[in-house]
């Protein structure tokens, strides 16, 4: 009496079912892109006369209500110092609440760079250098209102007074609010230390923006020279689904 075939009975339906599955899946068509529309501009700054009136913008979503928007941009108001601004909007922009400028230390720090992001609880992160004295600080603001109010802030990066510490320019921040991420809730800050050397580095916070890393590298330092042959700048931090960090960067060669 031979024994029953298995293998081959067991085999044979496994076979079918992978070429049955490749087969649908070539012949699925993509599907066709979705139409994109954009409704009328509203104007959320008032043209001055200076050289700068307003640039640098940045908006963010909250992950709570994606309604609720909030920008900021910086420029100069009434011929004053550089200023940094922002406006929320609870009704997907159709309507801005007027908002108002980071909080300062000093009525006659200059204000420029500003990025906003969202954590998933719809805490609001704005980020800014503000220039006083000749002291350079990479601040943070936060709002717990959607936007409405930045009431303090913490600082992420100090120069110092004193020559021979970190020259922060152009931060940019982002928070992970990825649901499968070990990391979730942490705030990424990058920026370009333009001190001695050009190099991007950053900091991070895991209190909800109160307290702030060390700066680390992620980047080479490629040392000045005249007339200036390569440099690294404008960082761009983007969080995976996994929590996995992708920061982009321009470095350039002339």
Known sequence: MSKPRLASATKTPVLALIIAWGMALAAAPPPPPRPVSFGIDTQLSVASSGIH??????IA???VDPRNFVA???GEANGAVNTCFFRSSRDGGATWAPGGT???LTPNDFC???AMAADAAGTFYYSYIDLTFGEVQVRVARSVDGGLTFPDFSVAVDSGTTPGGPSPD???IVVDTQARSAYRGTIYLTYTDAAENTQDMVV???DRGRT???PAPISEAVPFTQPIVEIVEGTLPVVAPDGKVFVFYIHAHQ
Not at 53 to 58: L, M, R
């Open 112 to 114: 420029a760079a500003p």
């Open 53 to 58: 009136d307003f640039v640098e913008p940045t």
């Open 72 to 74: 900021g941009f910086f």
């Open 204 to 206: 991070i916070s895991r």
């Open 170 to 172: 152009k931060p940019w």
């Open 212 to 214: 702030w890393s060390a």
């Open 61 to 63: 979503v909250s992950p």
């Open 102 to 104: 980071a909080p300062f």
